[in-house]
């Protein structure tokens, strides 16, 4: 149990375009959803936690009408990047939980080339 | 299919020594990686092993055997504030991570 899957597992898409990557919790209902983006010496940064039906909340230094945020459903989260640019070429993993501060499920990822 | 297995939960002694073990059934390997993950906070990235072999540092050491589906966690002199969960990942032939369940490490005086 407490899958989560990612959609597309990578994406290539040139300088300008946005893109839409998918994070489902296949098995439960995730109240909360995360979004991270991992860095070249491995580490994660959190970008934003997402609510189902409210506003995400996003990090300092994250840009909210750059990466778009959807909760939609309780199975349902999506991340746009719009504008990409070449630096915004990165892993992005999203993880779910039952509840804020529970433990969380994390997806595959998703690798964004912008080209 | 692919698969990653650690135990649920593990309890240890300040000062003590701890080994967290993960095997994992993946679709090619490209790496294993070790994250901490205290509640509410977004995991720390703890080590990434690829090739067999053991890596030291500081207090943590992580251990690879590629051959056996394999690594484990090592937490030396333990503290408490390594009560956290620790999550193994392994990286598959199209760097996708499969993540482990976690294993929350409880540290007792």
């Known amino acids: 149990g407490a899958v989560v899957s990612q959609h597309p597992s990578r994406v290539i898409c040139k300088s300008g375009t946005s893109v839409k990557i998918e994070c489902r919790s296949l098995?439960?209902?995730?109240?909360?959803m995360f979004w991270y983006r991992q860095f070249p010496k491995k580490s994660l940064m959190l970008m934003a936690t997402?609510?189902?039906?409210?506003?995400?909340?996003?990090e300092q230094g994250v840009e909210k009408d750059k990466f778009l945020i959807n909760h939609a459903s309780l199975t349902l989260s999506t991340l746009t990047v719009t504008s990409a640019h070449p630096e915004d070429s990165s892993f992005y993993i999203c993880?779910?939980?039952?509840?804020?501060?529970?433990?969380?499920?994390f997806g595959p990822g998703t690798r964004l080339t912008v080209t | 299919g692919q698969n990653i297995d650690q135990p649920t939960e593990m309890t240890a002694t300040e000062g003590a020594i701890v080994q967290i073990n993960c095997t994992y059934q993946?679709?090619?390997?490209?790496?294993l990686f070790w994250y901490q993950q205290h509640a509410g906070e977004a995991p720390t990235f703890l080590s990434y092993?690829?090739l067999d072999g053991l890596e030291e540092k500081g207090r943590f050491s992580s251990f690879l055997s590629r051959s056996k589906g394999y690594s484990y966690l090592l937490l030396k002199e333990l503290q408490m504030k390594d009560s956290a969960s620790y999550l193994c990942?392994?990286?598959?032939?199209?760097?996708?991570?499969?993540w482990g369940a976690g294993t929350k490490l409880i540290i007792k005086p």
């Open positions: 997402s609510n189902e039906g409210s506003k995400a909340t996003y």
């Open positions: 990942a392994s990286e598959d032939s199209n760097y996708q991570l499969i």
């Open positions: 993946t679709s090619g390997f490209n790496g």
């Open positions: 092993n690829v």
């Open positions: 993880s779910a939980s039952f509840e804020d501060r529970g433990e969380q499920y």
């Open positions: 098995d439960f209902q995730a109240t909360t």
